[in-house]
């Protein structure tokens, strides 16, 4: 298959090579053009703008940073043209990063309007995941389109959850992960903090929490980095964390729904950016939580 | 081993007999006699009071509701004369309760005066978990007290933590436990109805969420009750919940840790309460979170 | 002093009287034409469009609902031409509307690229404030600019605060007082709550409280409609509250400051909106209180 | 009339010596007994004991510090013996210190059993007012009771809310006072600190939003301290308003009434008090604010 890949960062690259790998024809293009070499050595093609690795393509793959820099690919900006008018009638966007809902709605009417096929299809993972093609991805749009790039998607990730017709659905679900994962260190920055301070270790605490109650992954990695206070180098950062709690809370306020904890945890984050901790792993919101208990 | 077990309430009775079938000399006390047959036709013998199952015992087990309930076993009130006088000098009180902090200490205390040993040792699990003897429990007191009950015990859990010295750091552990839970249904409530608004079904967001990222049977339970919304028959009453709630809040502001996500679920928890929802199951929380968003 | 006058709503028409009246050559749009009648039978003039009242004014006050109807009216959308290149240099954009600060830096810089003023000038006081000449003005802009529509402003204002260069601290004393207001409400509608379900009904509460401690006419009137719960009809809609403290919290968002109780206030005005009170009265809010509490 | 003041601190002493200069007969007891020589001095009567007050008086007026001091002072405790065997039958309780609901409602019990009346009797204002005889004081118990110290209670303020019959409604007032001022601390405290990232003043913004909009004398007294940041010699003491929040608390929890506001002050009072701020003045919760803004 002929597929367009846009963004070559620490997701996107292995992404884009595992599609090599898989035997599609892959034209990749990143803003910084070094970060393509990689692509060539294995075998794909290196596009020199956005809109030349849409053209002729059957799929365009999109993995960027932010709903900027995803605005800017699709519908160009004073830098860059934009690859909306490039992709051929009838070829599928898969847009693969966490972006707003509103953008994802935008995206999915912007390329209908051109006779295109649009698929939100965020991922669950880090970058070791990405390389080992074993990421989660949660796809919703038109049927036709999503069957269009089932083939590309199951070669990224060992699940892939197909979610209905309602491409902004997938971006919604994105968010709730994130912020469950957010809730969850909420959760044990507060117990942690009360451990601390009524003489149980937090590693304790987590080891016998985790272990007969909860008995979850998730919580042990977070957890461990927690109470181990090491927040760097960053898994993923604050000032990610940040901006998916925007999402998620301007998700939730078009969508009329009241979400305390989701409010609390981008306080909690938001505080963490004011004090300079935005380049932090996420956990370092813990602080924040020990600091109020004068620890 | 001499044991004097009291309270055979949902919990307490399953506790009892695996004592009984351990081979202990188990002598139980409820305070409605009619659940101590079962003891009695078990092996076990029965007591006409908390002071008369205490008599003589190396060990007295307690599994009462509230801080009301076990201060009256142990320091006596109108009704009931306590069993404090009437426990042998070296003898220990297991405490197997969810109580506050702050009682934990005062028994502590009480027990050291009248020369008996004394150990915290709230356990998580079920009924089902309880007539397995599948619990697990979190033990903290002084070493030789801690020593002493330690086969009775093994006896009730499949895994017993032991914890250090200072008996209320156990209680600790333990309210921390149940407002992890309560923390995640929190957080799974705000995601379920932000879902729900967006198009994205509660069964199916979790199955998406805990399958691939979080990965917790606890996730699975509780997120499949919120999700189908059956709160009735109540594994855990919401009036229960409202009480440990509490219980943590009060040890965080006893701590000074403040705990903003214990309060936002404590005022959930409250407002189910003031609705009539107290003998609901506390996933019935997530009704207040529903509600506020208009569903 | 020719001046252009767009948004001849509830606030906007008698402001523009009052201009009329204090001897200026008023030129005023509106996009439902009809309430430009008034104007003209005061002796001003009507414009077909939103440019047409700013050609050839030295001063352009803008009285609109909200960023879009702004951004609209300045920068044009499918249905209007924006007023950005009919204004004549040196003639300065007096925004009198509760905006975003984002808006307010981007028609600081928009106007300055044209070589024309801006200012910040929003308003506090209800419609009969207005006609009473009697709102209180925040103004900020480069002191040139305010200086020009000075006597304008204070046309219409008993008192006119002037701030600073930099036009967008307006906005944010505009939001912080509405802000101030919400939380206002939120005090009071939980200590009725507390009130009513302790004896003590919400009238005399106020009285004591306000009468004794407070002495704030606002504390007043607003808590006077908090224990009536007349909500209708709106002296300022539930919908309107929502949307500043959206422009608040992103404010705050912007320049890092956590702020849990306007996004306390938000969740309830948010509740409000989804159980479809949006044209009520904001002070409709407590209602989410009082059912909380089971009332 | 024959009057036992029990309580001689900062509100005590100038409350007791206005009952003296009233005319009426006064034996003041106090813990320290040097507070009472002033007492003495102006023509009073001073007591060995709490219990040598009451003997023979037809009204006691207690103001302490806190709930332990009060029942110490009635029950009794290891130290002192209480009053309430030695005050006469149809004589009454007057407790105008700030305790919790539940305490009020047992001492109205207490003095019920004994025949003697109770009355709750909050007061409102600083020593400076105490002294001037212009608190504002909150009445209620049963009817003959509020007759009979009616006119004391007119000697120590300028105002006299009578409540009804129930007494801890009147502590429920003032707990929502106390409330309703930390509320507002909270309110401008976020106010500020937006201000001060937008570059407003927060005197400057205090100016603005009191003069014009709010117009309170307690907005622009605690305004002023919070704009300033001088936060000792105390006011009020950090440690004090965290005690008063906590009953609040305790009082809304037994109403079921979830009051989040309380919940976050009281939050950001117990940060204050774990960074060792507790005997500041409790406008020193708006560092909270400000530090997790990076102030």
């Known amino acids: 298959m002929r597929i367009g890949f846009l963004g070559l960062g620490g997701m996107g690259l292995p992404m884009a090579l595992n599609l090599v790998r898989a035997g599609h024809e892959v034209s990749a293009w990143n803003r910084t053009s070094s970060r393509a070499d990689a692509v ?11 809109a030349d690795a849409a053209e002729g393509a059957e799929l365009v793959l999109t993995m960027l940073a932010d ?4 605005s ?18 009838g070829a599928v966007h898969a847009c693969t990063s966490t972006i707003s809902v509103a953008l994802s709605r935008r995206l999915a ?3 209908a309007k051109h006779d295109q096929g649009y698929v939100a299809a965020p991922v669950f993972g880090r970058p070791q995941a990405a390389e080992a093609g074993q990421l989660t991805v949660v796809a919703a749009g038109a049927p036709a389109a999503r069957a269009r790039c089932r083939e590309a998607l199951e070669a990224l990730g060992q699940t892939v959850h197909e979610l209905g017709d309602d491409a902004p659905a997938a971006n919604v679900v994105k968010l709730a992960g994130n912020f469950l994962i957010a809730g969850m260190m909420e959760a044990l920055a507060e117990a942690f903090a009360l451990g601390r301070k009524s003489g149980v270790d937090a590693a304790k605490l987590l080891e016998i929490l985790n272990g007969g109650l909860v008995r979850s992954p998730l919580y042990q990695s977070y957890g461990t980095m927690m109470a181990q206070e090491r927040f760097e180098p960053a898994g993923f950062k604050l ?6 709690m925007r999402l998620a809370l301007a998700a939730a306020d078009a969508a009329a729904v009241p979400m305390p904890l989701a409010s609390l945890v981008h306080d909690h984050l938001l505080s963490g950016a004011a004090r300079g901790w935005g380049d932090r792993d996420w956990t370092a919101m813990s602080r924040i939580l020990s600091e109020a208990a004068g620890l």
């Not at 060539?40 to 596009?47: K, T």
């Open 239 to 244: 000032s990610l964390g940040l901006k998916d």
């Open 72 to 89: 800017a690919v699709v519908f160009g900006d004073e830098a860059t043209e934009g690859f909306l008018r490039a992709l051929p009638r």
């Open 40 to 50: 060539r050595a294995a075998g794909g093609q290196v596009a020199g703008t956005a």
């Open 67 to 70: 709903d900027a820099a995803v």
């Open 109 to 111: 009417q912007a390329h």
